[in-house]
């Protein structure tokens, strides 16, 4: 549980690594154990497609029925497409399931320039190729951390072609309140010389710990394209640009969803230990519209809330979606 003098204090997350967040390092390149249902998962028939969106590849993974009803899920800030991998077979048993890489992260092309508005676009475009849009039921997101601020965004500007969204620990408040500041980065990502080096140093953002290795090792994996550094040598390197917030932080900083109406119904989802959504976040939250938005806690999460219980969220999201947004 965590501590109620917390409530009012500012957000604030650990800037600086230590050792123990290098969850893989001990591993040395090896696989941690997995469990029956995380192979099973892993096992599950999966389609994969690619659209242009304003000159940008925009690749994507599917699952399901096509003709079921539309789930569009959302990765987070510098993640992809496959966190989804091992949660998207359990929603596909009642949705046609898309998860797409954003530009500028996972196998989608990397642009010069990033908006929220073309983030949305991306969100529609993907929908309309998979065929989400082809159901007589409106397709529903789910987007975690820095997906839900292109979910709000969706909403907002095309929220009429959805039939809700489901923001999972995203904190979202005007600017100038406690709201995180995303980090800048001013250097390329390294090279390193091959896949056990990289995995010693990956970690999660913001830091965090998690009990999970063999869900982070599985998305480091899959966080990796083979590189040249400059010395000409081979090797391997993170797929997302680096530079994104550096591209994006103007609107970041002035962008303020809570004075904004969306044209359909927001569900919000937190960790329960979350440093981005505290219970205080996490009320201010509920109250930017009226009725209170639902709030849904995932018990002994923290803001990665899919890694830290990916069961429990699965069934937290079928709970939800099998009433919720009313008709």
Request: glycine share 6%; hydrophobic share 45%; charged share 20%.
């Amino acid at each position: 549980m965590r501590n109620p003098s917390d409530d009012t204090a500012p957000v604030r997350t650990r800037s600086a690594p230590s050792e123990a967040d290098f969850l893989l390092k001990p591993y040395g390149g090896a696989r941690p154990a997995a469990p029956d249902w995380f192979r099973r998962a892993l096992a599950a028939p999966v389609r994969t497609g690619e659209t242009t969106v304003d000159g940008a590849v925009i690749r994507w993974r599917q699952w399901g029925d096509p003709s079921k009803p539309g789930l569009l899920l959302a990765h987070g800030n510098g993640a992809h497409a496959h966190w989804w991998d091992f949660i998207a077979p359990f929603l596909a048993e009642d949705w046609n399931v898309v998860a797409p890489d954003f530009s500028g992260m996972g196998d989608s092309d990397w642009r010069e320039s990033y908006t929220f508005s073309t983030f949305a676009n991306e969100q529609v475009a993907v929908s309309e190729a998979a065929g989400l849009f082809d159901h007589a039921r409106k397709p529903i997101i789910v987007a975690h951390s820095f997906g839900g601020f292109v979910a709000m965004t969706t909403a907002i500007r095309h929220g009429d072609r959805f039939a809700g969204a489901v923001v999972v620990d995203t904190h979202i408040e005007p600017p100038g309140s406690d709201r995180p500041r995303p980090p800048q980065r001013r250097n390329p990502n390294p090279v390193y010389p091959d896949v056990t080096a990289a995995l010693a140093r990956f970690r999660l953002a913001p830091l965090q710990p998690c009990a999970n290795h063999f869900v982070v090792d599985y998305i480091a994996r899959h966080s990796l394209r083979e590189a040249t550094a400059d010395d000409g040598t081979n090797g391997v390197t993170w797929k997302f640009d680096p530079f994104i917030f550096s591209k994006l932080i103007a609107e970041w900083d002035k962008m303020d969803l809570t004075r904004l109406d969306t044209k359909c119904p927001i569900a919000f989802m937190r960790g329960e230990l979350s440093e981005l959504v505290p219970p205080a976040a996490a009320a201010r939250m509920q109250a930017i519209q009226d009725p209170p938005i639902p709030m849904i806690t995932i018990p002994v999460a923290y803001h990665h809330v899919m890694l830290d219980q990916p069961l429990a969220f699965v069934s937290a999201v079928r709970g939800l979606l099998a009433g919720w947004p009313h008709d």
